[in-house]
């Protein structure tokens, strides 16, 4: 059987060779999208089920509940004392805290700090984390407060080929200090959140830089706990609101349980999992390529199965011979099948041929490590093969098999499947096209939204300007952020250097402050708190609705000099925070003093300055002022010519004022850009996958126009005859595909339109779904149509009539 299978697929082959390379060609190329899509969707769905015991692990999260609701949500740390807390109120927990991480921290050598991801962890880390050693005990080192561990890549990149194990090490975190490497643990995967290539024991007491150590509501550090099982974590979790209660009564009030919750999540879904006010783009997005795979696989599935239910008639002859010869029915069915298996079987072969060639240039495009796990894609393909080959051989098997061998060798032609086998295959060139028409609608408006984000308005000029965000770093204190600043101001081309508490790109420290309002019952809203200092304002240029900006002339605005609380302080707000406080106008805005006990007396109101991801809306914010350089600093330079001159003159500066904090300074332009990274690359990923998609329907399309209007030559011989021009029949032929093609619009529009709106919704800033892409992209599918039909309709119409009278 196997054999005959063979012969058959050999003959195809010979005989038919562009239907075989359509109809094989489009089911592999089907097959390597699926399977591309697939492996990274499965990527993104094994962070951290690398870990050892990951099922028993768990985040702690703080969780929001303040007025208003603006800044409410989870958040994936707390405080840097919880735990400390919380193994005094419940002996035997097993957990630790991860301070730091990415970017943590540098090793200073030679008068440079190199950056490196440190991060601070408690002694009982590895009961936590089983990380791989290289050699050491993890435990003994960090439970020496001089002792470091690193990992394998990070000891060949501080010490090439010699042994670091003894060596010591300048790392500054809060501040330089010399530990002694004690240990190697092996570098970690790719699928992980955790950033670490250097382990130090996290500080017994509370840092200087660490104000809120102890203060509920602060995520300075990530705390992990580990249960024996998922019921001991929610027994555990279901004592957090007494544990709140108690613990942070004095300073969040009566009922802090209300405003404060501590919940646990499983670490296998911190990766995909919303947290804090960013909405969940990587989980849609990991889901959108996931059903881009997947439609993508059908389309070629069903293209592959219109074609070969469509050409099978062809070998009806054949078949009434076999049965002559003695062939029965059940033979007839299995090589079908065995026919149909073989020919899948070929596809897959090269469809992951296809994948594994691709894969290297998608890993590049996109920053990706991709690689196909055999032992788990050559069962799935097996799979694919026995159901699809199963789906497109049975029909004609059955089909084929139950014809008459005296009807099929007196008809003069062979049969077709009638009209049910016509509808069937329109039925099928339907859902190809609907998927396809949704894909171009799903395409046109993911590129026009991509395009608005980079270019709507953002409340401040990009261009001539350098973001510094190391100015925060906790290893720069006051006196010497101040000549840092001093000196950025002094360089050539400098136009305003401003510092505040937030900056472009997220960074900075963020601060929620809840807003009486007079005349209003309740607490009042959220709103954050961001301070600044001298000319941050001249530096991002907001536009100002009302009133004025802070000035050195007025007292009150200086947040420094206030000696009690209760002398009030001046304020200004943006736009969102004025209607959030009740102000139906910015002007209303102006002079109006708000915050009950605690008085601030708004001075002006400015329009948005939107600094964070563009899917993050702008929030309410209201600045205050110092005259000094306000804590946890970003620096923001205007200046006007060359950036890169300028961004070498930012690097010789703070080589010689701060030369043990590695700098980190962009334009604002790449700053954005690395907001942007994820989308971009899910943007990537989805027109790769959504344009071979469409390619797929137009090659099944090509191959069921060629092999219906070979089918119809003798009626258009008839025609012709009787005086129809060319004209007349390729318009005749294109009606009859453009048929389906337009029904598939019944299909692509709602399904385009909820699943656009879906992802439309994660962004604070969106385009409107307007009616043209949805009209722009059924035209473009007819056309592409047309285009694919035109040559077939055209070849067939200069037929000459004799020859088509003649043709079988």
């Given amino acids: 059987m196997i054999g005959q299978a063979a012969l058959g697929l050999y003959r195809t082959f010979a005989r038919h060779r562009a239907y075989a390379v359509v109809n094989i060609g489009g089911l592999a190329l089907g097959i390597a999208v699926c399977l591309m899509l697939g492996l990274y969707v499965r990527f993104e769905l094994s962070f951290e089920r690398w870990l050892p015991h990951h099922r028993e692990l768990y985040l702690v999260q703080t969780e929001l509940h303040l007025p208003g609701g603006a800044f409410n949500g989870a958040y994936p740390g707390t405080m840097a004392g919880l735990f400390e807390e919380m193994r005094q109120d419940f002996p035997g927990l097993v957990g630790t805290r991860i301070r730091g991480g990415k970017d943590g921290g540098a090793v200073l050598r030679g008068g440079e700090a190199l950056p490196m991801d440190v991060a601070q962890v408690d002694p009982s880390f590895f009961d936590v984390f089983a990380l791989s050693m290289v050699t050491g005990d993890g435990r003994r080192a960090l439970a020496d407060p001089d002792g470091a561990l690193i990992s394998r890549s990070a000891a060949r990149t501080l010490f090439g080929a010699a042994d670091p194990v003894g060596q010591p090490l300048t790392i500054a975190v809060d501040a330089p200090q010399t530990y002694r490497v004690a240990g190697i643990f092996e570098d970690l995967p790719d699928n992980t959140d955790l950033r670490i290539a250097i382990l130090l024991p996290m500080p017994r007491k509370a840092p200087p830089a660490e104000w809120a150590w102890y203060r509920w509501g602060t995520a300075s550090v990530s705390t992990f706990l580990r249960f024996p099982n998922a019921a001991a974590a929610r027994r555990f979790e279901a004592k957090m609101p007494s544990f709140v209660r108690r613990r942070a009564g004095q300073e969040l009030g009566p009922e802090p349980d209300k405003a404060i919750t501590l919940s646990l999540l499983p670490v296998s879904r911190i990766h995909l999992e919303p947290q804090g006010t960013e909405t969940a783009w990587r989980r849609l997005t990991v889901t959108t390529l996931g059903i881009v795979a997947a439609m993508t696989l059908l389309i070629a599935i069903v293209n592959y199965v219109n074609l070969a239910t469509a050409r099978s008639g062809l070998r009806a002859r054949e078949v009434a011979m076999r049965k002559v010869l003695g062939a029965d029915r059940g033979t007839l069915i299995r090589q079908f099948l065995a026919e149909a298996m073989l020919t899948v079987a070929v596809a897959a072969l090269a469809g992951l041929i296809m994948a594994e060639l691709a894969l290297p240039l998608i890993n590049a495009a996109n920053g990706l490590s991709l690689g196909i796990p055999y032992a788990l894609a050559l069962p799935v393909l097996a799979l694919l093969v026995l159901l699809v080959g199963a789906t497109a051989g049975m029909y004609p098997a059955l089909l084929l098999s139950s014809l008459s061998a005296a009807g099929v060798l007196a008809s003069a032609r062979s049969p077709g499947g009638g009209r049910a086998g016509t ?209 946890t600093p970003v620096a923001a330079i205007r200046f006007t010519g060359d950036p890169n001159v300028m961004m070498n003159r930012v690097r010789q500066t703070w080589r010689r004022l701060s030369p043990q904090v590695p700098l980190i300074a962009e334009t604002a332009d790449r700053r954005l850009g690395r907001l942007y990274q994820a989308d971009d690359q899910a943007a990537r990923l989805f027109g790769i996958g959504a ?42 032929l294109l009606v009859q595909f453009l048929r389906p093609v337009l029904l598939a619009n019944l299909i692509a529009w709602p399904l385009a339109y909820f699943a656009m709106r879906t992802w439309l919704a994660g962004f604070g800033d969106r385009i409107a779904l307007s009616p043209v892409y949805f009209l722009a992209a059924s035209l473009v599918a007819a056309a592409i149509a047309v285009l694919t039909a035109l040559g077939q309709s055209v070849r067939a119409s200069r037929a000459a009539p004799a020859w088509a009278l003649h043709h079988d």
Avoid at 691 to 708: E, M, T
């Fill in 423 to 631: 509808r069937l295959r329109e039925a099928l060139v339907t859902m190809q096209f609907g998927m396809a028409t949704a894909f171009i609608i799903a395409t046109a408006v993911l590129v026009a939204q991509t395009a608005h984000v980079r270019r709507s308005d953002l409340g401040f000029r990009r261009d001539g300007l350098i973001v510094v965000p190391s100015l925060a770093d906790k290893r720069i204190f006051p006196d010497q952020s101040r000549a840092i600043v001093t000196a950025l101001r002094d360089m050539p081309g400098v136009v305003a250097v401003g510092a505040g508490s937030v900056g472009v790109g997220g960074d900075g420290a963020g601060m929620v402050d809840v807003v009486e309002v007079p005349g209003r019952p309740g607490l009042g809203p959220s709103i954050k708190v961001a301070s600044v200092g001298p000319d941050f304002f001249r530096a991002y240029g907001p536009r100002l609705l009302a009133g004025r900006l802070f000035d050195d002339r007025h007292r009150a605005d200086d947040a420094g000099e206030w000696t009690r609380w209760k002398d009030g302080r001046n304020i200004v707000v943006n736009r969102v925070a004025a209607e959030a406080l009740g102000f139906a106008s910015p002007a209303e805005a102006v002079g109006k003093t708000v915050g009950g006990s605690l008085p601030r007396t708004i001075i002006g109101v400015i329009d948005q300055l939107r600094f964070f991801s563009p899917r993050t809306p702008d929030q309410a914010t209201y600045f205050q002022y110092t005259r000094d350089v306000p804590p």
């Fill in 691 to 732: 344009g071979l998609a469409i390619l797929i329907a137009c090659v099944g399309l090509w191959g069921l126009a060629s092999f219906n209007t070979a089918r119809r030559i003798r009626e258009i011989g008839i025609r012709k005859t009787l005086g129809a021009s060319a004209s007349d029949i390729v318009r005749l």
